[in-house]
Nanobody, 130 residues
Framework: QVQLVESGGGLVQAGGSLRLSCAASGRTLSSKHMGWFRQAPGKEREFVAAISWSGGSIYYADSVKGRFTISRDNAKGTVYLQMNSLKSEDTAVYYC???????????????????????WGQGTQVTVSS
């Protein structure tokens, strides 16, 4: 079981930036695809971005494409989400998640959903004021 801890959330004005981090402990992340999801009040959890275990494949939701960047440092066991040009509609609790299985094919990150991720962090709040 992978334990994940997110950090970096906070309050920011519209147009600003934040960088979220997700640190893993317990087991290595280097063999697992990683994802970021978010959940706004009264809404379902939604996909934000995913990165393959190698870092060679990346996939974004249309709503964040061009503004958010996902990356990973397997040596540090950490995944990042750089969020630029933030909008009020980005306000949500952000969660990182680790794939249930290891060494999945890279192309699979384009079709993975919440059931495919077996380990989740506790979430970090991002609030964007307009």
């Amino acid at each position: 079981q992978v334990q994940l801890v997110e950090s970096g959330g906070g309050l920011v004005q519209a147009g600003g930036s934040l960088r979220l981090s997700c640190a893993a402990s317990g087991r290595t992340l280097s063999s697992k695809h990683m994802g970021w999801f978010r959940q706004a009040p009264g809404k379902e959890r939604e996909f934000v971005a995913a990165i393959s275990w190698s870092g060679g494949s990346i996939y974004y939701a249309d709503s964040v494409k061009g503004r958010f960047t996902i990356s990973r440092d397997n040596a540090k066991g950490t995944v990042y989400l750089q969020m630029n040009s933030l909008k009020s509609e980005d306000t949500a609790v952000y969660y990182c998640a680790a794939d249930r299985v290891s060494w999945r094919s890279s192309i699979s990150i384009t079709t993975m959903g919440t059931p495919d991720f077996g380990s989740w962090g506790q979430g970090t709040q991002v609030t964007v004021s307009s």
